[in-house]
């Protein structure tokens, strides 16, 4: 049996261009979205949000008929649900938003319909968005009690695309497929391949959601690795990057990059999700979420030292120092400002600075409300030829294309090796 018709709930990121891949295969595609304004900018054929492709392809599936958007669910023969996933104050998730959308979509359920989970989840949560829907609807029978005889299909399929490829990935990553019961799987197998040319790999849904706090658990260790190579190196008067790519001439190591921390809101808050669950047994993945966000701590120490040492050697007084943060964003050619430890640098930076502190950011036109009232948003041009201290926090391909006759000679902590 064919999908007539595909619900998406929550036009996000991820989201928007699922629906727009599914919609760009001509199938009818219904997204949904408590957001007013993406609903009414989709339905315009624009986009709200910043992704390569996106755009087009959101305009060609709009203007031929196969994607609009609503406030609410309408009956599909299959809802993917990808809204918020984030973490409480104490690093628990907090699957409200998924409660809501999948109570939202329940009473437009019916029989043969399938619903999968892909936001980014705990273990266990695709069993109790089930348990959501069963209470919602009594008259359906559900996996979680009839097994094979269920009425209604439930798979957790997680996204690993990466932000900046996400048109292309969506497409030629293979995808995870966690189906509360084989024909579950199977039937979101169905699904996928309306437009994936990667590999539907099939697994129950608890492991599916486990893949990918694992995977994204995995980067976030292997960076704090790198990290606190940093911080050793610095303190033994050892080049880091040298040390890296050294090390990484080994035919096994391929050890990745140092910075001013790790942001995101993925890497930087998934890995909270095995801890919350596992907190005797999960030490060194919590240990690397510790490393990672103690960095842009140390950068300030090294921002403070470099302060004292201009200072002593030029004689100037504190409150006449500028000192300019070179990036924002959470990672290289993005505007993305979300748990960014480059702004968390350029507050921390700006609270203890008695001088002026400048940021320079070539994807941000305005400055971001928390560093509003401490620093001033220049130029590049005015960041190189009048701070006294650069701070290099992001690697943007207009900061690499500096030449080093402008970097020579002058005060530098510079977070991401590009500056040597
Ligand atoms: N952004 C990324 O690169 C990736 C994100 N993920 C995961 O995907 C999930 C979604 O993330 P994003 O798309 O980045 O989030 P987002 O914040 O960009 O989009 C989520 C959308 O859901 C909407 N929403 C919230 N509650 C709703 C409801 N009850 N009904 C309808 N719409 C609702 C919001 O208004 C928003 O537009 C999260 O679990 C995230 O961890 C997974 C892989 C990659
Ligand atoms: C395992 C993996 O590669 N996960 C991806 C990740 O996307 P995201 O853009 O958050 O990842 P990223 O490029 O590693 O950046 C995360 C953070 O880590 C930093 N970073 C990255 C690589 C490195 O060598 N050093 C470093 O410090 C970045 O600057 C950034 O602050 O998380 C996404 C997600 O889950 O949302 C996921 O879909 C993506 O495939």
Not at 109 to 114: H, M, V, Y
Not at 132 to 155: S, T
Request: charged share 20%.
């Amino acid at each position: 049996m064919s999908f007539k018709t595909i619900s998406v709930i929550g036009l996000g990121y991820i989201g928007l261009p699922t629906a727009a891949a599914f919609a760009s295969r001509k199938t009818s595609v219904v997204g949904v979205d408590i957001n007013t304004h993406a609903v009414d900018t989709i339905n315009r054929g624009e986009i709200h949000i910043v992704e390569p492709d996106l755009d087009r392809v959101v305009k060609e599936a709009v203007e031929q008929g196969f994607l609009r958007a609503v406030s609410q669910p309408l009956a599909a023969d299959a809802f993917l649900i990808a809204v918020p996933t984030p973490f409480a104050g104490d690093h628990q998730p907090d699957m409200t938003w998924v409660r809501a959308a999948a109570e939202s979509l329940a009473p437009v359920l019916k029989k043969g319909d399938l619903v999968i989970l892909e936001s980014t989840s705990p273990v266990g949560a695709t069993e109790q968005m089930a348990e959501w829907l069963a209470q919602a609807r009594p008259d359906l029978r559900f996996p979680q009690d009839a097994g094979e005889a269920a009425e209604i299909h439930i798979a957790y399929c997680p996204e690993r695309v990466l932000p900046g490829q996400v048109m292309v990935e969506l497409i030629k990553n293979d995808r995870v497929i966690g189906g509360m019961t084989p024909a579950c799987s199977a039937r979101a197998c169905e699904l996928y391949q309306i437009f994936l040319e990667g590999e539907c790999v099939v697994t129950n849904a608890r492991t599916a959601e486990m893949c990918k706090l694992t995977e994204n658990s995995f980067r976030d260790v292997n960076i704090a690795f790198a990290n606190e190579l940093s911080l050793i190196c610095a303190e033994q008067g050892i080049d880091v990057w040298e040390l890296i790519r050294l090390a990484n001439r080994h035919p096994r190591v391929n050890i990745l990059q140092p910075g001013p921390g790790v942001g995101g809101h993925c890497i930087a808050v998934d890995p909270w999700f095995i801890v919350a669950q596992n907190p005797d047994l999960a030490r060194l993945i919590r240990t690397a979420r510790e490393v990672n966000d103690a960095k842009p701590h140390w950068v300030l120490k090294q921002v403070k030292a470099t302060v004292a040492d201009c200072l002593a050697a030029e004689g100037k007084r504190a409150a006449d120092l500028k000192i300019a943060c070179f990036g924002l964003a959470f990672k290289p050619n993005i505007d993305d400002l979300r748990e960014s430890p480059a702004m968390e640098v350029a507050h921390l930076i700006a609270e203890w600075n008695p001088g002026e502190t400048w940021v320079t950011e070539p994807n941000v036109h305005t400055i971001p409300p928390k560093l509003a009232r401490e620093a001033t948003l220049v130029t590049l041009e005015q960041a190189l030829a009048q701070a006294d201290v650069l701070v290099m926090l992001v690697d943007h391909q207009p900061f690499k294309a500096i030449a080093p006759s402008q970097i020579k000679q002058r005060w530098v902590v510079d977070t991401k090796g590009v500056w040597r």
